[in-house]
């Protein structure tokens, strides 16, 4: 199939490689030249594992382009994708990028000489697709739903193995609104092997935002515990959470040798959860709830346990060591997760603040968001060019962000340093005798 997507983010850019791999030829449209220019010269204007090496490929076999909003060019194509971002606000989540795509997408249909498809890909409250879409579209050219094919598939996307998830997916939610939507949904996703759920667009626009409502409240549950288990002293609270991941309605029945159920790797005590989801999803879903007359006060619940998360993992971490005032701070880490750019509700710049207001000097680092974390944070910090080098010399070290090259970190420690690990990528013994690592819950020595 010939595939436009409008958008060329986190989303729309992964989603375009991970089509084109699949074998369709896609056409992905930005507004901005610069970033169109630097797309077709196999430059991506974002960081994510892979990502520049599969977008050399695909240009290689033409079987994805990009360009500027053109409605003759979108409209030779099969099907229309949306991906652009939808930020929160204070109400919910702001449409105006998925208005303008949609009259995009409009305009091109009007052209097209072959019926077509609009599908969303941006996370959406339930009902827009079903709504604002038609109605957009009727407003733009006048066309009715029963001339085009209208759907929705949301995406679950992890930052940082996003190509992965796209390739592998662990299921597909195929909404739609009319039968040539679900059609071209199910020709789009014809190679790929995953259990599917067809349903209605609404259903599926729900989905997303219960998917990650329920990882952000297991996430915010397993850090309260974390804090009762620091305040305890002696308590490891990532042994607690084994422990509560051994029910077999967790893991399955119990078999000898059995792996640790997947989503142990994300219950650990840490500074809380960020990026470019979580936060903005469980806020939009809280709002559009209460516009509905649901209370929903589970949702206040979790962001207001994750907002004081990373200060309260700095604290419990520093309760009993002497004053850091004046000493040479190193945070390690700055992207809210390894393997992207995305400093977006990092926990690192809470951290970071909690140092200063403590009087402490700080510097960062991070492979890939450094910079944009500075611009972003001001003057007030400053860069490490060789985290090694600045580690030797610090007299606190926090790994906020656990990169794979921050594994050496032992072999740059020195005695009498205290190492901050609130993510628990080291164990204590792993240091030189004379650090005092703390993480949430762990004090050695």
């Known amino acids: 199939m010939n595939i436009t997507i409008i958008g060329t983010g986190y989303v729309g850019l992964v989603t375009g490689l991970g089509l084109a791999a699949a074998g369709h030829t896609v056409l992905g449209i930005d507004s901005r030249p610069e970033v169109v220019e630097r797309l077709n010269a196999g430059r991506p204007h974002i960081y994510e594992d892979g ?80 709504e604002l879409v038609p109605r957009v579209i009727r407003e733009t050219t006048g066309m009715e739903p029963d001339e085009y094919g209208l759907g929705m598939t949301p995406e679950f996307l992890r930052e940082g193995s996003a190509l992965a998830d796209f390739s592998t997916p662990d299921r597909l939610v195929l909404g739609y609104e009319n039968q040539r939507g679900l059609d071209a949904l199910r020709e789009l996703f014809a190679r790929f092997e995953a259990p599917r759920l067809e349903v209605n667009t609404s259903t599926a626009e729900l989905i997303k935002y219960a998917n990650n409502l329920f990882l952000a409240l297991q996430i915010s549950a397993s850090n309260e515990i974390a804090a009762v288990a620091s305040s305890l002293g002696d308590v490891d609270p990532r042994v607690v959470m084994q422990g509560v991941l ?24 840490g500074p809380g ?30 962001l207001e346990v ?52 403590r009087s402490a000097s700080v510097r ?53 340093a205290i190492v901050l690990d609130p993510r628990r990528a080291f164990e204590p013994e792993w240091f030189a005798v004379g650090v005092r690592y703390r993480s949430i819950g762990v004090r050695a020595p």
């Not at 399955?252 to 040798?257: E, H, I, L, R, S």
């Open 51 to 130: 990502v520049a090496e599969a977008l050399e490929r695909m240009l290689l076999a033409k079987s994805i382009r990009f360009a500027e909003p053109d409605v003759e060019q979108i409209a030779a194509t099969d099907i229309v994708l949306i991906a652009v971002g939808t930020p929160s606000t204070a109400d919910g989540i702001d449409l105006a990028q998925v208005r303008s795509a949609v009259e995009l997408a409009a305009l091109a249909l009007r052209r097209s000489a072959t019926p077509m498809s609009v599908i969303m890909k941006s996370t959406v409250v339930p009902g827009t697709t079903r």
């Open 246 to 269: 051994a029910d077999h309605r967790w893991s399955g029945a119990p078999q000898p040798g059995k792996a640790a159920p997947p989503i142990e790797r994300y219950l650990v005590p």
């Open 273 to 302: 959860f960020g990026g470019s989801c979580f936060p903005k999803d469980v806020q939009a879903i809280r709002e559009f709830g209460r516009q509905l007359g649901v209370p929903m006060a589970m949702a206040t619940a979790i």
């Open 306 to 357: 994750n907002r004081r998360q990373p200060r309260a993992s700095l604290d419990a971490m520093l309760d009993g060591l002497d004053a850091i005032a004046g000493a040479e701070a190193l945070v390690l880490g700055l992207a809210f997760k390894p393997g992207t750019d995305d400093i977006r509700e990092t926990p690192a710049a809470e951290i970071v603040r909690g140092l200063l207001d």
């Open 364 to 416: 960062v680092h991070d492979p890939m968001a450094a910079r944009t974390f500075t611009e972003a944070f001001g003057p007030s910090v400053r860069v490490a060019e060789r985290w090694e080098e600045a580690a030797r010399a610090a007299d606190v070290v926090v790994v906020v962000t656990p990169w794979r090259e921050y594994v050496r970190l032992p072999e740059f420690v020195g005695g009498g």
